[in-house]
């Protein structure tokens, strides 16, 4: 065979090289290959691959070892699963259209206000994967610190909520919560669910996965049963059982925000606007109407001081508000690990403990997920005010 | 022979891998390797290499795939090369110190100011490749802008000037000219410095690669002559012949901008605080003493306005002189390229065209470049004031 003939123009068989680049897509093409020749694709070109009905851009790595040959296209981890590439698949290879949204990020740099239009352009061009890894530390850095104003973290938010799937559920409120983070062992998550579930209420709640701790809410209810649900299996549990508990990074709700964090997490740059755009484009998305923040505050929590916490507060809920969300916050104690265990398991092991009222279940995780609980109930109205904590512990403890 | 027990706590023989991921050094290592398993490395990990006298910092793939044992490191070509590795090394990798610079950069962020301690810190770890790719662009994005005043210009531009190594040339004036860019084949470097050999003075001229355009000074250079020369080269070509013309890529002049100006391309993020620290700091390491600034201004040239060169003009010479260089600042036209061919052969024939005084030499590219060398002959002295022009022409048509 006649390798050069048989070469199609721009077309080259994919290879699964099974490297794990994290969640950057990366192609491997050989520097021989006629497709980085005629195209003049170096290492670091940004790269368009194209497959039946998707289309990715990657980050062009130039291999001259053996383990590649020129009418291969290698394709790494996160790549191979963005593309859904399949053995046998032939790819089309091309220059991806320039990225104008950079000219957006650009001008937030230089101090300019970003606009609606800027946001919706920037996070619908993150959530496409046409970002690359410096571009989106770029634009993490110039929406740092408190460079980002109420207008502005408002229109992020909107784009980050229209940029993926939405749930609608109906008629109706749908509650949801979210811990602003900072405690190990905080597991009040999986207490709450099932006591406002048991109320008559919707929660159809999403979780992530450890990231920089021993294990996310994800992690602990694995242990129990899936968490990997797409959103159909979502509806046809909660509409069901009232609630679950799944994994948000299967589901595609705000995935602009999935791909900013990833950047976020190893620049430790925690911006305000971000955190607030974060923590509610994943609410709105998933359909919810009514969301309680735990907002631990303590010397080592997420939050510092009662005044930061306040202004967080109210961040979240103007934000909230323009969305169409209503929003509480409830600050709660951050001074502790909560429960006695830490990891997927020892962690289970608390909550079930709890559950079943065992002999030496943690008490403080108890009390803390049944404050939740009763905040989350008056909020929603289904108990008077000042009777939340009572109503949560009668459901718990039947 | 049992693998686990050949396996040296955290050694691993060096593989090359072929693999070309631009600059930044890649580790890749199989995901059931020990030294993985047991320092909990991840995809993304920073991770430190020694290995004989060297140590550098790479970011982790992990491969499943089968071209890699787990008793291998592999190294993409940036990270071989950074390591000096050879074939048969092993090398021994542990996690790297905590980057405790990235506090001060956080601190930009922020909007704090870049002190010269935090310059000096941040600096030092960018030019010993302490920084990741996703870091270095948000250090970037930081002082974008105009986001670095005087005194932190001054501060980035001597750090970067100290970060790595300094030649020095004894008593005397040591002139260098630099390009502000955006004119294909404005090659005037190849004509001016025999003209200012010629009369006496050294120049000692370092000159970068074709990045963006098709040919670089070193590049057009490099038709005619070896252009990757080493410090001590240097010094003996510019004793014996008052110049030289080399590529700065080959010496550590000012390694930290290198690193820098590779995120900054991409990103296409243009500081004008970066640019003068840029500039400066590799003028300043090649040790010379007057610096003239060819300052092109046009609409499609990197200056636009006559107003935006004066503000940079003054930059230029007010860091100078923070950092003992005399600054002149030259505007040219900057309306139209330069010479009749694009490319490095091209651009070498329209120089050697006027160096022969050819008929048809293009006459703009000889009368830049003679009219800059004319202004260094006057900045030193070495003709008066109105005259250097006229020297200049004669010099180099006798």
Redo the contacts between chains.
């Keep these: 065979m006649n390798l050069r003939a048989a070469a199609q123009p721009n077309r080259l068989a994919l290879r699964?090289?099974?490297?794990?680049?994290?969640q950057e897509p990366?192609l491997?093409m050989h520097?021989d290959c006629h497709v980085c020749r005629s195209e003049g694709f170096?290492?670091?070109s940004r790269v368009e691959l194209a497959l039946r009905d998707r289309t990715i851009v990657a980050t062009l790595?130039?291999?001259?070892?053996?383990?590649l040959t020129p009418l291969q296209a290698g394709l790494?981890?996160a790549a191979w699963r963005l593309l859904g590439a399949r053995e046998g698949d032939e790819a089309t290879l091309r220059h991806p259209a320039p990225l104008e949204s950079?000219g957006h990020v650009?001008a937030k740099?230089?101090?300019r206000r970003l606009t609606a239009t800027a946001a919706d352009a920037v996070v619908g061009d993150i959530a496409a994967g046409r970002y690359?890894?410096?571009?989106l530390?770029?634009f993490?850095?110039?929406c740092?610190?408190d460079r980002l104003d109420m207008e502005e973290t408002i229109a992020l938010t909107r784009s980050m909520t229209n940029a993926g799937e939405r749930m609608q559920w109906g008629a109706g409120m749908v509650m949801d919560k979210h811990c602003v983070g900072g405690l190990p062992g905080n597991r009040t998550t999986m207490l709450i669910v099932p006591v406002i579930a048991a109320c008559g209420l919707r929660m159809p709640k999403t979780s992530s996965r450890a990231i920089t701790s021993p294990a996310g809410t994800a992690d602990t209810m694995e242990t129990l049963a899936p968490v990997d649900l797409d959103v159909a299996s979502i509806r046809r549990v909660v509409e069901r059982t009232g609630g679950c508990i799944v994994w948000g990074g299967a589901v595609r709700l705000s995935p602009a925000d999935d791909i900013l964090i990833r950047?976020e997490r190893?620049?430790?740059?925690d911006s305000q606007g971000q955190l607030v755009a974060s923590i509610l484009s994943k609410k709105a998305a998933a359909g919810a109407t009514h969301v309680l923040i735990d907002m631990p505050v303590g010397p080592t929590a997420k939050v510092r001081s009662a005044q930061a916490a306040a202004v967080l507060a109210r961040q979240l809920q103007e934000v909230g508000r323009a969305l169409g969300l209503n929003v509480r916050v409830v600050q709660t104690d951050g001074l502790a690990p909560v429960g006695r265990g830490i990891g997927p398991a020892l962690e289970a092991r608390d909550v079930l403990a709890v559950l079943r009222r065992q002999p030496g279940a943690p008490a403080e995780l108890e009390r803390r997920a049944m404050g939740l609980a009763g905040a989350i109930l008056e909020f929603a109205g289904a108990a008077a005010i000042g009777t939340g904590l009572e109503t949560a512990m009668a459901v718990s403890r039947p």
């Design positions: 699964r090289m099974g490297i794990d680049t994290y990366v491997y520097g170096e290492a670091q790595n130039v291999v001259t070892g053996e383990f790494s981890e950079m650009r740099v230089y101090g690359s890894d410096l571009q530390a770029a993490v850095t110039a740092a610190g950047v190893p620049l430790d740059l």
